[in-house]
């Protein structure tokens, strides 16, 4: 398997496993209650929806523009992003992982707003003790943790890239 389709694995393995935990959710956990508390009330298992963007960005738009918005302008980008992947040399093997944790994340939420009436389950909260204002975390899910550790790892490498010693002369 080459080098550039090897990490689509990360993308089919978040997809997967963003699924498999929001259908154990959907049929375990009552809409709107907390299954679990963990670490003195730090981390909540709960179950919401959001039929928005990250901190429910988007919420009050009428339906039609939320379905351009959020999920067809997301499936030109993740396009472009996949052929990104495949076509680029520059990317660095750091980067194209990153990219397709990225994918899996943004393909498991976009699943979730195509097939799913309430659209995206959301069930993991996290108390942060007022940092930013909040109390807990907005509410997320494995998609959303995805997309964010991917693209955190992302921009660090693109600050601090790695030096290539290929052909150095060493």
Not at 82 to 106: D, H, M, T
Not at 113 to 137: A, C
Request: net charge positive; glycine share 8%.
């Amino acid at each position: 398997m080459s080098r550039k389709v090897l990490p689509f694995l990360l993308t089919l393995f978040i997809v997967a496993l963003d699924q498999l935990t929001k259908m154990w959710i959907v049929l375990k956990v009552p809409l709107g209650t907390i299954y679990h508390s963990f670490l003195n009330d730090i981390i909540w298992i709960v179950h919401v929806r959001n039929s928005a963007i990250g901190f429910s960005i988007g919420r009050n738009l009428p339906v039609q523009v939320k379905h351009v918005l959020f999920i067809i302008l997301p499936l030109i980008l993740l396009a472009l992003l996949v052929i990104y992947v495949l076509r680029s040399k520059e990317i660095s093997s750091l980067q194209r992982w990153a990219v397709c944790g990225i994918l899996g994340g943004g393909i498991g939420n976009i699943i979730d707003r195509v097939f799913r009436d309430d659209w995206v389950v959301d069930f993991m909260s996290v108390k942060v003790f007022g940092l930013f204002g909040f109390d807990r975390w907005p509410t997320f899910n494995i998609a959303d943790a995805s997309v964010v550790i991917c693209a955190i790892l992302l921009m660090i490498s693109l600050l601090f890239p790695q030096k290539s010693i290929e052909g150095d002369g060493k």
